[in-house]
C-alpha cells in the first residue's frame, strides 16, 4: 500500500532532490531511518513520492519480469541503420542503457521542432486510468504526433523500429517536449506501476512498456540533463543524439529524471515502446 499519512513539502523535496543528486532509493530509506523514521513507513513514503510499486523496494530481484516482446539493445561501437552509422558512445547492462550519437540529422532536428510548435501544449502524464493529466512534477510543454503522421515521423519510426528490431506498431506516439530554463522532469519511472487501480487499463492496449528512446533536438547552453540516480549516470543533452533504456516491470534503476535547464532551452522527442502491438502499422 501507498502512504495514506500527509508528506511535509520539505521531505517531498529532500527525496527527490537527494535521488536527483546520485544516492539510490537504498541510501534515501537507510537516511530516513537514521532519523528515526519507522522503516515501514519510510518504504510508503518513498514509493508514494516516486510513484512506484513498494514490492520493488522489497527486492530488486524479485520483481515481477515482463513476458511480451523485447527490444535488441544497440551494440557498441556502431551500427548502421537505414542511411546513418549511430555511434554508441556509452553501454550500459544493468540498467540496458546506451547513448547514442548521429541518431538524427541536424535538418531532422529542426524540422521536428518547426513541425511540433504550433501544437504545444502543458505537458501531461498518464493517470491510473490512462488519461492524460497535468502533474507538478513536469513542468515542460509538448505534444504528440500519430504514429506514421507526416514522411519525417515515418522516417525516424522506421529507423527505432529497424535499430531495436521490434515493429513500429509496438511503439506510442512520437511525443516532443519543450523545456526553459528552471522547467524539470522530476524522478520517475517509464514503466506503469501493477499495484496502480488503473494498470490493467492503461496496459490493455499494447501491454506493459519495456523501453524508452529520448532524442535530443538542441543542445542547451546549460543543464537540462538526463539523469539515473540509482546508477550515478548523468547524460548530456547534445543535438543529434539519444538515450536508450530498457526495464522489466519493477526496475529500480530505470529511475530518471529531466534535470533543470539552468540555461538557454531543451527540446526532446520520446518514444516509448510496449511489449505487444499499440497501435495498427500505417500502410
Known sequence: MKSHLPIRPELREWIL?????????????????????????????????????????????QSPKTQGRRTRHPEAPQMLVGDRTVHVGLSMESPA??????????????????????????????????????????????MFFTIGETPLIKRIEQRIAAMLGLPVDHGEGLQVLHYLPGQQYEPHYDWFNPEQPGFAAITA????????????????????????????????????????????????????????????EKWIATKWLRERPFQKAPR
Open 97 to 142: 542503457l546506451r547513448v547514442l550519437n548521429d541518431f538524427l540529422s541536424v535538418d531532422e532536428c529542426a524540422a521536428l521542432i518547426d513541425q511540433a510548435t504550433p501544437r504545444l501544449q502543458r505537458a501531461k502524464t498518464v493517470d491510473s486510468a490512462g488519461k492524460q493529466q497535468i502533474d507538478a512534477r513536469r513542468t515542460s510543454e509538448g
Open 205 to 264: 492496449k499494447g501491454g506493459q512498456r519495456i523501453a524508452s528512446l529520448v532524442m535530443y533536438l538542441n543542445t542547451p547552453e546549460a543543464g537540462g540533463g538526463t539523469a539515473f540516480p540509482e546508477v550515478g549516470v548523468t547524460v548530456t543533452p547534445l543535438l543529434g543524439s539519444a538515450v536508450y533504456f530498457a526495464y522489466d516491470t519493477g526496475d529500480m534503476a530505470s529511475l530518471h529524471a529531466g534535470l533543470p535547464v539552468q540555461k538557454g
Open 17 to 61: 532532490s537527494t535521488t536527483r543528486d546520485g544516492h539510490s532509493v537504498d541510501t534515501v530509506l537507510k537516511m530516513m531511518q537514521e532519523t528515526g523514521y519507522d522503516p515501514r513507513q519510510s518504504r510508503s513514503i518513498v514509493a508514494t513520492v516516486l510513484n512506484m510499486p513498494i514490492s520493488a523496494l522489497d527486492a530488486h530481484t
